[in-house]
């Protein structure tokens, strides 16, 4: 019987939550911005190593994850590789924001692939351990539940806080540690600001590990990579999801990607990185509302499936505004607050409905398949919300490649009071293209699909779940 967690245990690991999430939001969102803009390696070249990487990071989580399984010591077999990842990632988060200016371009391509490389690793040797250590030092029920859900909100609030202050704590930083142009600000400053993060991190997960004790050797279930596949092809409702969720989140991330791009070569200003926060900020709050209050409401009045298309036209409106309000003449962030409140509630509600989905779909699949592969199942979701991320940093890369974007903005240009001026107008509508029409087109295809190849209705699963009932007495008779 293990013991009730106390209040500290569970706010040390909700504060592992927060620093781990800290350090993927700073790695996925800014690695590009930081080689392509910045350091002024190849959007192409950083295209295909992102994209590379992410693969290669999938497919490393099942083998980290036996690892995990197989390890046996005295503190346990998850807390000695929590803190290990930590550490090592931590070294390796600021190593990456620290690229040396006097490479050259083919020296930095190198520099960029193998830190970036390394820090997948290395943030999967602590990820993989830190969510599958919750059932060895909780009781199984409302325990366990609350404890998953209190440390997925911290995660939202450790990526929150990348997205709202990366850009004003750089510029901050880049100036108080001697920064004059803009490139020396932006170069000087993300150094500065990976090394609060990473310290931040190692302390927070170090609370993590003093703190949260693991009372039993707990079984860890591994899941390879041909297992997520043969589950797939097997279960044609969990590949229907996926697939939405491989378009979805493609869309998202896109724009994602760009959106720094765009405020600072586009919307532009004398404090384009002030509009880019505040737009940030008010995007975060709406997609935490969106899951805390707007689902729940919509809920009450439609089934998952009717919200899940309201989101979906949500976002594609959100993209059309965006897109037509890019071509007025835009001198203020918060007419911005339009496209943002559609596209961020609805990815809020769209990140709830597919997790909601993949387990409907788990029940569908032991009916069908006679087996449960909740496990199987969840390990997909993870592996192709890494390949969508890998697929639209490629996508984005291209578009920065095929528009210049950066190279436009020349020495002399980055000592102008706006940056945007030094931008061609056929290279901004290029940009404004791929952010808007692109998702449009991603998120059309995911209706179609989904209304093709969609059966679990509300009224669907109450049948399986009868069935299913039905099936477990059956077999509970037989036995006795």
Avoid at 155 to 178: C, D, N, P
Avoid at 202 to 207: A, D, E, P
Wanted: proline share 2%; glycine share 6%.
């Amino acid at each position: 019987m293990k013991q009730r967690l106390t209040l500290g245990a569970k706010l040390s690991y909700a504060l592992g939550a927060v620093g781990k999430d800290m350090v993927y939001m700073l790695s996925a969102t800014y690695i590009l911005y930081y080689y392509q803009d910045i350091m002024g390696v190849s959007a192409v070249a950083m295209g295909v190593i992102l994209l590379a990487a992410r693969i290669f990071d999938a497919f490393n989580d099942p083998i980290m994850g036996i690892i995990v399984a197989k390890t046996k010591t005295r503190w346990g077999k998850f807390r000695p590789w929590l803190l290990i990842g930590a550490l090592t990632n931590a070294v390796i988060l600021f190593m990456m924001f620290c690229a040396p200016p006097a490479l050259d371009v083919g020296g930095l391509t190198a520099y960029a692939a193998t830190a970036y490389i390394l820090w997948g690793v290395t943030y999967t040797m602590m990820d993989i351990p830190y969510w599958s250590m919750i059932p060895a030092f909780t009781e199984s029920g409302k325990e366990r539940e609350n404890l998953t859900t209190l440390a997925r909100s911290a995660a939202g609030v450790g990526s929150a806080l990348v997205m709202v202050v990366t850009v004003i704590a750089v510029q901050a930083l880049g100036k108080l540690f001697g920064g004059v142009t803009s490139k020396e600000i932006e170069i000087i400053g993300f150094r500065w600001f990976a090394a609060i993060v990473a310290v931040l991190f190692v302390i927070f997960t170090l609370l993590t590990c003093i703190n949260v004790k693991e009372q039993s050797t707990a079984e860890m279930k591994t899941v390879s990579v041909g297992q997520m596949f043969r589950a797939l092809l097997q279960n044609d409702q969990a590949l229907t999801v996926v697939i939405a969720i491989v378009l979805i989140n493609c869309a998202i991330y896109i724009t994602s990607n760009l959106v720094i791009y765009f405020f600072k070569y586009d919307f532009g200003g004398t404090d384009w990185y002030n509009s880019y926060t505040l737009f940030n900020m008010f995007g975060g709050a709406m997609q935490v509302l969106s899951m805390m209050l707007i689902y729940p409401l919509l809920r009450r009045w439609c089934s998952n499936t009717k919200v899940f298309y309201i989101a979906l036209g949500s976002a594609i409106l959100g993209y059309g505004v965006l897109l037509a309000l890019t071509f007025t003449n835009m001198n203020n962030v918060f007419i911005l607050f339009i496209p943002a409140f559609l596209i961020f509630s609805a990815s809020g509600i769209m990140n709830i409905l597919t997790t909601v989905f993949l387990a409907n779909t788990v029940d569908y699949g032991y009916l069908k398949n006679k087996r449960r592969d909740e496990s199987v199942i969840f390990s997909m979701q993870t592996f192709v919300v890494k390949l969508a991320s890998g697929i639209a940093a490629f996508a984005a890369s291209v578009c920065l490649q095929i528009n210049n974007l950066s190279d436009a903005a020349t020495t002399e240009a980055e000592q102008t009071i706006d940056l945007s001026l030094a931008v061609s107008q056929s290279a901004k509508v290029g940009l404004r293209a791929t952010m808007a029409v692109i998702p449009i087109i991603g998120l059309v295809i995911a209706i179609i699909w989904f209304r093709m190849k969609f059966r679990l209705t509300d009224e669907k699963l109450a049948e399986i779940n009868s069935q299913i009932k039905t099936m477990q007495e059956n077999d509970h008779d037989q036995k006795d």
